[in-house]
């Protein structure tokens, strides 16, 4: 990988941004032979050097980042008043990757390959072009391309239509925390643990385990808006004295985030040489937040048929609209009343096995495991809710 220098210059493919998406997208195209002899332009606005996230997901096959996965547990466990169960997840595994173990890999990938030109600068203005494709105006230049694609964030705050769409975030703290004794169950994943006061919203526990002394324990909410620091972190201080008993631990690193979950239709491409990655491309999961295997999924079917026949394929995403209508459904409930979260999901783990749950959350279930899916959660608020699609209002808490 070369750096470029700033001036206009010609290249099949730009990428706009080198986080989770646009890497993502630069590897696969480094690993399909079919596209060995196209030229690619990555543009990052700064290098990355920290370990600044970490993303996990649930899988029952091998994945493409599976060598640097920093741990993965066969078991979950799911708490809320008066349901508790830990949950052997069979052929399934969750797995969690560290953000800089990413960055690295990736860059040192396409290091070694030169097909891949690397510029370190924020883009100004990106436009499809009617002789070339596209045209990025840059604080290093002006480059051109073929296709880009672009993962910059949405402006959501400029985007929101309050009286259509429904945004809310998925915000937390994590702690990173080192333990004098054994505390921790390094083979059981503390998916939600929802026994603490909801406060009208939906708020849970997440920890990762990583051995009996070590863990990340992250206070999350789904909410409209972010709390406080100092609240997450007397959650995070209550979990461990009241919850695990703690008396003394060691933080070693931290982790704070927001994801938008919103049913705002987020354009899969914009013209026809420009196409948006990550959570500009509604990438993140609506009602879960969950967004990097959705990312590795859509960059091998972008890779896939520019390989095939030179273009992105017509329907970038595959997204199916029953699985769309779920993520609004359970995005309402959420904005109306978000303390029923902890029924919803206690109900789908209590009444269905693991597999149908990760199996839908990917939206890879049939029709009839739909029904069950519906059929195993009070209809109440799905009503409700149902009744406010219609209306083609959002509901509001009452």
């Known amino acids: 990988m070369s750096l470029a220098a700033a001036a206009v210059l010609e290249y ?13 997208l630069a590897y696969h195209i480094a690993q399909e ?39 993965e547990w066969r078991k979950i466990a799911f708490r809320s008043p008066g349901f508790e169960r830990v949950i052997d997840l069979g052929r399934y595994r969750y797995k969690t990757i560290n953000g800089l173990d990413y960055y690295r890999f990736v860059h040192q990938a ?19 072009t009617k002789r070339i494709g596209t045209r990025a105006v840059t604080s290093a230049g002006e480059f051109t391309a ?41 083979t059981t994943v503390e998916f939600m643990d929802f026994r603490g006061e909801q406060q009208h919203e939906a708020r849970f526990i997440y920890v990762l385990p990583f051995t009996a002394r070590k863990a990340l324990v992250e206070y999350t909410l789904f909410s409209e808006t972010v709390l406080p ?55 993140a999961k609506p009602s879960t937040g969950y967004a990097f295997k959705r990312i590795q999924q859509h960059s091998a079917r972008l890779v896939a048929a520019l390989a095939t026949t030179g273009h992105p394929p017509a329907d970038t995403t595959g997204d199916k609209w029953q699985f769309k209508l779920f993520d609004t459904l359970l995005l309402d409930i959420m904005q109306r009343r978000g303390e029923s979260t902890r029924d919803i999901f206690r109900q789908l783990f209590e009444r269905n096995p693991v ?22 959660v009070a209809p109440g608020p799905f009503m409700r809710s149902i009744g406010q699609v219609l209306r083609g209002r959002p509901g509001q808490r009452q």
Do not use: C
Request: glycine letters at 6%; zero cysteines.
């Open 146 to 186: 073929r296709y880009a694609f672009d993962s910059r964030p949405p402006n959501l705050t400029q985007l929101r239509q309050p009286d259509k769409h429904r945004y809310l975030l998925q915000h937390f703290v994590g702690w990173e925390i080192e333990t004098e004794a054994d505390v921790f169950d390094p």
């Open 229 to 283: 620091k100092a609240e997450y972190e007397a959650a995070i201080r209550e979990y461990l004295n009241n919850t695990l008993g703690l008396k003394s631990y060691r933080i070693t690193a931290e982790e704070v985030g927001a994801i938008p979950m919103t049913d705002h239709p987020l354009p899969a491409r914009v013209g026809q040489h420009i196409v948006n990655l990550g959570t500009r491309g509604g990438r």
């Open 33 to 71: 032979p079919r596209l060995a002899d196209k030229k690619v332009l990555l543009i990052e606005p700064e290098a990355k050097t920290q370990n600044d996230r970490t993303w996990s997901v649930w899988a029952d096959e091998p994945g493409v980042f599976d060598g640097i996965v920093a741990h």
């Open 110 to 128: 396409l290091a070694e390959n030169p097909q891949f030109t690397l510029v370190q600068a924020q883009v100004t203005n990106l436009k499809n």
């Open 355 to 376: 597999e149908r749950i990760f199996r839908f959350l990917d939206e890879q279930t049939s029709w009839a495991d739909n029904l069950r899916v519906m059929n195993s």
């Open 12 to 24: 099949d493919y730009l990428i706009v941004g080198g986080g989770a998406a646009g890497l993502s």
